[in-house]
């Protein structure tokens, strides 16, 4: 069964950085496309970043252009979203998507990042 866990949310200051991890049981990540979601108290829910299986070109939400990065590591089968200079704006559950290349999605149940003073 393939599954998506997020972990790494928490709380932050404004200007400071969390590295959230989804690792994807039962999914080989060269095999599909892995993003990252948020949704924020009272708005719908946005993509952040995505990073397909060809690893060319991932894709950025203009709002975290030059502040996340996306990566992975194949051999855990993880991909990470590295957040710098948050900003209160970011406040959101963060979800993942696992989308395998027939077209399946799996979500994960989502991590809370919390940016206050």
């Known amino acids: 069964q393939l599954q998506p866990a997020e972990s790494g949310g928490g709380l932050v200051q404004p200007g400071g950085s969390l590295r959230l991890s989804c690792e994807v049981s039962?999914?080989?990540?060269?095999?599909?496309?892995v993003g990252w979601f948020r949704r924020a108290p009272g708005k719908e829910r946005e993509g952040v970043s995505c990073l397909a299986y060809t690893d060319v070109n991932p894709y950025y939400a203009d709002s975290v252009k030059g502040r996340f990065t996306i990566s992975r590591d194949n051999a855990k089968n993880t991909v990470y979203l590295q957040m710098n200079s948050l900003k209160p704006e970011d406040t959101a559950v963060y979800y993942c998507?696992?989308?395998?290349?027939?077209?399946?999605?799996?979500w994960g149940q989502g991590t809370q990042v919390s940016v206050s003073s």
């Open positions: 039962g999914f080989t990540l060269d095999r599909g496309t």
């Open positions: 998507k696992a989308r395998t290349l027939s077209g399946d999605e799996y």
